[in-house]
């Protein structure tokens, strides 16, 4: 029985450099430019910003996107595609993203099936109701006498990604990805495992090095 793998980093930028990289518009070394597809996703992400009614301007160092990257074990995902599933795992995989964070929150959903292992990255945009979850963690009672600001609504709309990535979430996200994808035969990893994931970034620039140390061997 193979694992779910399911990891989330959090962006600042527009994203046009990995948009680029989801949509094919820039081709990584490992992919096979034949099976691409097109999405455009920087402007699904800038759409969902400018219509999410957020009354707060947007810090230039606020995350404004949370990449999600969903797939399993390498041999169980290419067993997905041999017997015809691949399409449900996305349709689950779908479903799952838009009960976990909203569907207008999920911006951006493509699938890649042009590198060894198939899998998709999702697009959500962080985009919360409701008091802040810091604020519901050090209110204290108030003094008598004390000067009383008004509250804000408890339905304002907010850009918060401490909320959607808190160590609680994170935690929840995996328990509740594995159980939806257990139909498929993957399980949750390690819970409490100390080992580190990378990021696309990081992923490719090994993938670039490892080609070039094969060439000079070569």
Not at 35 to 63: E, M, P
Not at 68 to 75: A, K
Not at 121 to 136: F, L, N, W, Y
Request: charged content about 30%; aromatic content about 6%; hydrophobic content about 35%.
């Amino acid at each position: 029985m193979g694992y779910v793998v399911l990891h989330l980093d959090k962006s600042p930028s527009n994203e046009a450099r990995m948009t680029a990289h989801i949509a094919r518009t820039q081709i990584p070394p490992n992919a096979d430019p034949s099976r691409t597809g097109v999405a455009d996703r920087t402007q699904a992400i800038n759409y969902r910003l400018a219509h999410a009614g957020l009354t707060r301007k947007i810090g230039k160092n606020q995350v404004k996107v949370i990449r999600v990257m969903l797939t399993g074990s390498h041999e169980d995902m290419k067993r997905i595609e041999a017997e015809g599933k691949l399409d449900q795992w996305c349709a689950d995989n779908l479903a799952w993203l838009n009960k976990t964070f909203g569907a207008d929150n999920v911006v951006s959903v493509v699938l890649h099936r042009d590198e060894s292992t198939p899998h998709i990255h999702a697009a959500v945009v962080p985009i919360v109701t409701g008091e802040r979850r810091k604020v519901k963690e050090k209110r204290i009672p108030d003094k008598p006498g004390k000067k009383k600001y008004r509250k804000k609504s408890p339905d304002a709309v907010r850009l918060c990604n401490d909320d959607v990535m808190s160590r609680v979430k994170l935690k929840e996200y995996q328990d509740t990805y594995a159980e939806a994808m257990a139909g498929y035969g993957l399980q949750r990893g390690i819970d409490g495992s100390v080992a580190r994931h990378i990021s696309t970034q990081e992923f490719y620039r090994n993938a670039i090095a490892g080609q070039k140390n094969l060439q000079d061997n070569i």
